[in-house]
């Protein structure tokens, strides 16, 4: 805001002090109201598609916060023990301390909950239920808000339960009904006494979902049923949650200083105090900075069109106020006020259209947010995360600011560079003359070459994309302006041009075989490389193309009128192709990934289902028998621990959260997935057998550990040495990295062998899920959900997991296409703005054309024409750099192999077709205007 | 015989609340092959007179008759054809299509009258030799002198070998020198039988003419036949 201002001030100051120059800049503005709505609406989009990156990030954030408040409310830390181990905690349980208002002790486990009618069969089931032991009286007490706990009632007594919404809606009872839970081989039948809403402890959640199955059980009903445990599970926990002095979100300040006194307390146990709140946060924050981030990388392409429009809008006014302003400068007016009174005018624009654009920027995050919503009501219900629309007002004012300082830097730009015309040159319209260029700028544009053959040397040993694209685009520009009067100026600027344009489709695949992998500003700097060039390229030979157009029409006269303007106004029309070909390129893009993605069912659920075809997952508290599926039909079963893991990457002091899954020789035997990298070894058999016969190593996906969205970050790769700990006992061990999987849509986490679990998890390694190979995939899961509903039974096709999974990425370019579509509307505007300054502009030459004996209807159709050249040449471009960067990068895997180029003819045709529609339905205004121009009006109109 | 006769044209332009009654019912006729001058102190409504009579602009009321059409009852389109095929225009400067090079501007008119294009460019290319610009057949009209300029503009109204020229100030732009030259260039054409109509504030160039016409306040005040200075 304060940037706002301050960049402000200076026009403020020449609109109150210089009352001509005011005059001068507010009479433009005032006269001709439709244009000026015309150039706010075009640069209000790029102001628009920035606030809405920050907003959808806000969302998210606020989305996942939202959630950590409904699972955790006002607790900050647990500390957590196996049950047998309780009473490690009782000194941490009587902890008093000024910086704490609550300490609570709680027994939980995992288990299954169904509704059982007397035939033995499951009408309803729950499979992942937690049942939870506490003193309601306690609980209400915790933390300064008995209503933040969400717990109210008493305590249940035995047979009872107070049970969750969550669960209440997924079993279908309330009040009154019964249920019964299964865990460790047991069951028991509980009475619902009392409803309790997500919120705080009664939706206190140990698992990694963002639903709580909770059902709060009357103390020692969990000791009962583990008691004489009739199968091999994972343990109940003995917690103590504590929570911070002050309120749910401010207690987060004292994060450090209860940690610390934690462990005080805990001195002497292995017991590790989890910052579950702070951790929340945390991730709130990084995921919605990293969604962000991904929208503004993305809408950066939108944003870049929005900017060539704003020197395009700028340049108009100005060429159109040429003589005007040539007379001023004759009249005396100094060349710094002359750029004042034009910046002036143009700020006045700029700061409407950041005001209007940070509106309509919450108005299309809105839009996005509602299709998210869409998308994740699609996943799994368990995982699903409410959307909550929200922003910040500091992100408003950053889009705000963002927006503003990219118009001004434009317009004082654009303004000092048509300034510094020649006044004759002006008064006659002449073109001003190009000079050769000075020593020095010889000399510096050396040193740009110079600059960027150091940048592409040090790009290539350090395999980084973007270093050596930026490299080659710079030697590309340098030579084409050092070299500017040494050669031919068409043979220089092809070559250049045509150079850079290869290198920027090839840099790509070079930095992967070389071993780099493709950040998203190296994507940003290709695409805005290869634009520039195709631009370039196009606009030096525009005569011949235009010429050959003009022939191909049989030299009509409407052809050539519509053609001779875009081809005298070269960079006008230059600026304006590029505009669409930016945005052209990342939506055909996006298209193309999107339809190559979409057809992978096939090759995915061979890559991550390996020669299975049902995943089952069960309660770890009451694991499958997987032993007796077999029997049941399965033709190989390869059971998994599956385990909650606190893993440390390589050189990093923070823990995160992981899964962790530990197979045995049958899932070798059986056919696992595909590894992308196996590292040293001959076969993807040969690195699990590895991992089998090693307890130190490990295999991970390309996405362990990263929390943004977008493409892989990998935080993680082979060799490196990573820990796996377990959070309840604290027990630690190191593993090394051995090999790579391209994704983990089963969501197994890291791999390692059972035993290797084992040793670190002790008796809480349970295998909990499978692997499993049978004929027919879906009726196979339908009876194995049915049979062991007690153990929490979830069994899916994997080509049904992998379907869905693929229809959400699809569903997730549709949805990055539709924000970026609104650059599509940058370009469209782009083309009204520019053909309703056109009309304007040559207004007297229609009059003396149609005084020629031009009929109207040629004079509309000459605009047209004159508009739908410059849309087609820059969609063109667009789609054929879209083409070719994405089939240059299958050709280098960069994606993972088995990912073959297609062409969305569908998609790519509706986005010609519909850009084309829109620049022509942009243009039919003016163009009809143009027709309606009375000659003997126009002719008295002064130039 | 009359090639063109006004019969009552009236005029008013109206812009909000204001009205102007540029020209009140005013009868006028050209001869074939007759040379006109109008004149007249300014605002009394001349261009609008040349542009009503031509047809770039609409009136209120009377006709003007072409033989035995009245231009205003035709379509703009029919209109727009006449004009492309019998008449040619020169405006003051700087009224040339600047995208377009000199001869792409003269041959304008001849390919909308709907001449072959290369039949066009040849006469393009020839009546611009006549004007002495040969050697600027290339150039946009922003690389041209004004008087080069004002050249194309009657070569350009002269290509399509019109019936009619109606030229308003067509030397308001230039020096005397090349007014001159200009005036010349039409004196000849004229002499070849071309109807010329020139709104002048030139005394030295209305008295070049066969006919002075004076206008005040929208109205034809006198109408004068002049003995012939030169040819
Ligand atoms: N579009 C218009 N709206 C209102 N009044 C107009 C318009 N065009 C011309 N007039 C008025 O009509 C009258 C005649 O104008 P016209 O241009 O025909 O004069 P003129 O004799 O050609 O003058 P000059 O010698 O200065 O060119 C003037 O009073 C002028 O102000
Ligand atoms: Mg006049």
Redesign the interface.
Known sequence: MIIAIALSLPFIVILIARPVLRRLALRNAVRRPRETLLVITGSMLATALMTAAFVVGDTFDASLRANAYTQLGPIDEVASVPLADASVLDHLAALRSPQIDGVLRATTTGASAAVVNSAGIASAAAPKAQLLEMDFAAARTFGGDASATGISGTTPGPGQAAIAQPLADRLHIGVGSTFTAFAFGHSVQLRVVQLLPQRGIAGWWTGREFVSYNAFVAPGTIARLAANSKVVAAPPQSSVLVSNLGGVESGDARTAAVVHTMDAALAGTPVKVETVKHDALDLAKTAGKSLTQLYQALGFFAVAAGILLLINIFRMLAEERRSELGMLRAMGMKRRSLVGAFASEGWLYAVVACAVGMLAGLGVARLVMAGAARIFNQRDPDFRLPIRFHFTTQSLQIGFTLGLVIAVITIVATSVSISRFNIIAAVRDLDTEKHAPRRWARVAWGVVVLLGATLLFAGITSHGVVAMLLGGGFAAVGTRFALRDRIAGRLLVTVTAGSALLWGVAAVSVAVALGGDLPIAGFIVQGVLLVIAAVVLVTEYQGEIGGALSRLSGRRLSVRLGLAYPLARRSRTMLTIAQFAIVVFILVYISVLAAMFGSQTDSVTAKVGGRATVYVESNRANPVPFGQLKAAGAQAVAPLVNVVADVTPPHATKSTKSFMSGFDSSFVSMGPPVLSDRGRFQTDADAYNYVLSHPDTAMVDDFFLSQGAGPPSAAVSIGDVITITDPLSGRSQHVTIVARSQNDWLGNGGLTSAATLRSIYGPSAVASHAYVRVASSASFSHTLEARYYQQGAKADPIRSLVEQRLSRQTQFFTLMRAFLAVGLVIGVAGIGVIMVRAVRERRRQVGVLRSLGFPAAQVSNAFAIEAMFIAMEGVLIGVVLGFLCTWSITLSNSFGDGLSFRVPVTAVSLLVGGTLLGALLATWGPASSAAKIKPAVALRIAD | MAILEARGVRKVYRSGAQEVEALRSVDFAAEAGEWVSVMGPSGSGK?TLL??L?G??DIDAGAVLLGDRELHSMS??ER??????S?G?I?QA???????SAVENVE??L???GAD?RDARRRATETLERMGLSHRLRNRP??LSGGEQQRVTVA?ALAGRPQVVWADEPTGALDSETAAIVMDLLAELNGEGLTLIVVTHDEGVGRRAHRLVQMRDGLIVSDERLARVSA
């Open positions: 261009t542009n009503c031509s770039l602009d703009d389109a727009t054809q006449h004009r492309a095929a008449m225009f405006f700087y009224n040339l299509i600047p995208v377009f304008l008119p390919l909308l009258a294009a922003n690389e350009r």
